[in-house]
């Protein structure tokens, strides 16, 4: 010891080893530090990271919320959150991609099944600056998170037949029976009733190609049993009991979106639509009522001319008239359209084209697709879809006085024995949302016009006169308890319950309603009704439409007659080429397969319980290196 004290070099070396033993000391305690601060920011910003992806991936659900459907992908601007703590302060950068994602099935055993519109919510996140000790290192860090979450939606145009109710509006159940055959999924909030009758290819019993739900139980009618061939009937599936499904009074997005056409609502406003392409013949009917008119009255024998001392009573009644005008409709495609009043509507309809009504929308003719032939399947057509959502009911209409030319118009009638069949088709999903809160005959149905035909005798002209209203000059109107319509021996047609009235030989047999769509409606519609509803009779033959009483049977055979005076027939008469023994519609539905991974624009969404529009199906952490180049 004493020699190395004596010894200076010596003491140098001790203390440059000292000193080299502290700077290492230093820097490795440091470099532990340093270290520790990098991993607590590193587990820090992964942290925050997560839940910054988490935040952006319900603003992705947030946002589909508000554009319901895509077409293509669509990339969010990037926004910056900064974080801000004791120690550090961040500023995060957060970016998007929305992409359609096709479809998934719930249950791959179903043949024609129940599908999801999915929509992808791709989003990465990585840290762009820090400071304090944030700063420390890349100005990036290399914490980088990249997740998808995989949302779906459906809309009611994934039902081939969807129903709230499954009772007719005058309460009793609508039956499925032989002839009827639907493809593509369906469902009802109420127990399915079918029969063995009438016919078809199932040995008399209906035929479901789809998935069939219900959230009741299928009943046997007349006695409402099970005992059925379930294997035979429901070819692509059965539920019973399935959840409820809820459906909407109003279609809110197709409001908020919706180009409205024509003035605000007003029950004297009629809007009429012949779509060619993207443009449209519009007019604007506005319904005037006439002062009050008075007509002398006479035995129906007497008339015409009649002869005062033969008068036995005066009618008073005021006749309405609906005054046309021009109206602009243009740049149709590809937009949805709100209509505040009755829609009258028929044409070609070219892109996507949705349109809403407060009220009710009246077919008048075929519903067609620009790239699509009267007929064929539009599973090909990858341009153009329709959709018709009512407030109130969907109807189709018997006929119409066209405001164009003035005309007398039977466009949606046809023979039911030519190729395609004859009748209306129409290619679109259907909705009618319509609420009447225990008001059965105010519930949305679709249905049919001019359910109960009875024949009137037409005007004529007799030694240069013009003899109008005849049926007017005859009876009393409005009815009345004591002598009304229903207390004559012959059948004869209640002023203007036929839109074309007066009306010789009105058509009882129509054709078909031909659909490549879907149809959901609050309550079974009618589209076949038969002469006389035995189920819901009428004895006295009162005429009283709002509550479905309209006369007696309207078979031939029970109407037809010759005037007493002009000595003309009056009849009932099936259109040429149609068959049947009833009034209205033979069906031929088929869905739309397109609507598996497409839907019309703004179409009501389907909720079950309290269920959201879009839900989170999955969302799943993965690795950055596959994130898609549009949010690197």
Not at 56 to 72: F, H, K, N, P, T
Not at 163 to 176: S, V, Y
Not at 513 to 521: E, H, W
């Amino acid at each position: 010891m004493k020699a190395i004290l004596k010894n200076p070099s010596g003491n140098v070396s001790i203390a440059m080893l000292l000193m080299v033993i502290s700077v290492m000391s230093g820097f490795t305690m440091a470099g532990l530090a340093y270290r520790d601060i990098m991993s607590f920011h590193y587990d820090y910003e992964s942290a925050q990271s997560l839940l910054l992806l988490r935040s952006e991936a319900y603003r992705g659900q947030a946002l589909m919320d508000q554009l319901r459907s895509i077409a293509v992908p669509i990339v969010t601007s990037e926004r910056n959150v900064e974080v801000t703590g004791t120690q550090a302060s961040k500023t995060f950068r957060i970016k998007s991609l929305l992409t359609p994602g096709g479809t998934e099935l719930v249950d791959e055993g179903i043949t024609q099944g129940d599908t999801r519109q999915i929509t992808n919510v791709h989003s990465r996140v990585y840290t762009h600056r820090g400071t304090r000790y944030a700063a420390a290192g890349s100005p990036r860090s290399v914490v980088q998170k990249y997740g998808v979450f995989t949302l779906e939606f459906e809309t009611f145009a994934k039902f081939m037949y969807f129903t709230d109710f499954d009772k007719d509006p005058n309460g009793f159940p609508i039956r499925h029976y032989g002839p009827d055959v639907f493809y593509g999924r369906v469902h009802s909030n109420e127990d399915i009733w079918i029969r063995q009758a009438g016919g078809g290819s199932n040995n008399n019993w209906p035929t479901f190609h789809g998935w069939v739900t219900t959230a009741g139980e299928i009943r046997v009618w007349p006695g409402g049993g099970h005992d059925f061939p379930e294997d035979d009937i429901f070819l692509g599936g059965l539920t019973e009991n399935y959840a409820y499904t809820n459906f909407p009074e109003e279609a809110t997005t197709l409001r908020r979106n919706g180009n409205q056409i024509g003035p605000n609502r007003d029950p004297k406003f009629i809007v009429y639509l012949n779509v060619n392409g993207s443009s449209a013949d519009a007019y604007l009917g506005e319904i005037i009522r006439g002062p009050a008119e008075q007509f002398t009255y006479y035995p129906p024998h007497k008339y015409p001319p009649g002869n005062e001392e033969d008068s036995i009573g005066v009618n008073y009644y005021s006749v309405p008239d609906t005054i046309w005008t021009p109206l602009g409709a243009n740049n149709l495609a590809n937009r949805s359209h709100m209509v505040p009043n009755r829609l009258w509507i028929k044409g070609t309809f070219d892109g996507y084209q949705t349109y809403g009504c407060e009220d009710t929308i009246f077919i008048l003719g075929d519903i067609l697709l620009r790239n699509t032939p009267r007929g064929d399947p539009p599973i090909t057509n990858k341009r153009d879809v329709v959709g018709l959502v009512a407030w109130k009911s969907i109807v189709v209409k018997y006929g119409y006085w066209d405001p164009a030319d003035t005309l007398r118009h039977h466009d949606a009638v046809g023979p039911g024995n030519t190729q395609p069949k004859g009748g209306v088709w129409i290619y679109a999903a259907m909705a009618a949302l319509g609420n009447g809160h225990g008001d059965t005959r105010r519930d949305g149905v679709f249905t049919f016009e001019y359910q109960h035909p009875h024949p009137s005798v037409p005007d004529v002209l007799i030694n240069g006169i013009l003899y109008t209203k005849i049926d007017l000059h005859r009876r009393p109107f409005p009815q009345r308890t004591n002598t009304g319509w229903s207390n004559n021996t012959t059948q004869i047609d209640y002023p203007w319950y036929n839109p074309l009235w007066p009306e010789r030989a009105p058509y009882l047999e129509r054709g078909y309603i031909n659909v490549y769509g879907s149809i959901s409606q609050r309550r079974r519609g009618f589209v076949h009704r038969n002469y006389y509803d035995q189920e819901y009779p009428n004895p006295t033959g009162i005429w009283d439409q709002t509550i479905d009483q309209c006369g007696g049977s309207s078979a031939p055979g029970a109407v037809s007659h010759a005037d007493p005076v002009l000595g003309i027939m009056l009849t009932t008469r099936d259109y040429p080429g149609a068959s049947g023994t009833g009034t209205g519609y033979q069906k031929n539905y088929h869905y739309d397969d397109r609507f598996y991974y497409t839907s019309p624009l703004d179409f009501p969404e389907v909720t079950r319980e309290e269920a959201k529009t879009f839900t989170g199906v999955k969302w799943e952490v993965r690795n950055p290196t596959y994130m898609p180049h549009a949010i690197k």
